[in-house]
Nanobody
Framework: QVQLVESGGGLVQPGGSLRLSCAAS????????MGWFRQAPGKQRELVAG???????NYADSVKGRLTISRDSAKNTMYLQMNSLKPEDTAVYYC?????????WGQGTQVTVSS
């Protein structure tokens, strides 16, 4: 079992920044992929960014150059640095921890970009 705790969401003005964190605990397999997904009202959940256990990253086209995913393996924590935020980034952001056998999800954290 893997437990995920997210933090860092909130209200920010357009052009502002936020940093999300996702801390993993429990029985953590060495081979894994962590990622951030988001779901806006009335829309499907979508991938924002992912990072493998060995540091390979991928991003949705809509966030490239503005959002940066990273992880601290020693702390079992993943981060999402979000800069130049836009109103269309408003959503609930979910942390995902994928292993060869199972996927785990965090509870979600709300990000609202509004003036």
């Amino acid at each position: 079992q893997v437990q995920l705790v997210e933090s860092g969401g909130g209200l920010v003005q357009p052009g502002g920044s936020l940093r999300l964190s996702c801390a993993a605990s429990g029985s953590i397999p060495s081979i894994n992929i962590m990622g951030w997904f988001r779901q806006a009202p009335g829309k499907q959940r979508e991938l924002v960014a992912g990072i493998s256990y060995d540091g390979i990253t991928n991003y949705a086209d809509s966030v490239k150059g503005r959002l940066t995913i990273s992880r601290d393996s020693a702390k079992n924590t993943m981060y999402l640095q979000m800069n130049s935020l836009k109103p269309e980034d408003t959503a609930v952001y979910y942390c995902k921890f994928a292993t060869p056998n199972y996927n785990y999800w965090g509870q979600g954290t709300q990000v609202t970009v509004s003036s």
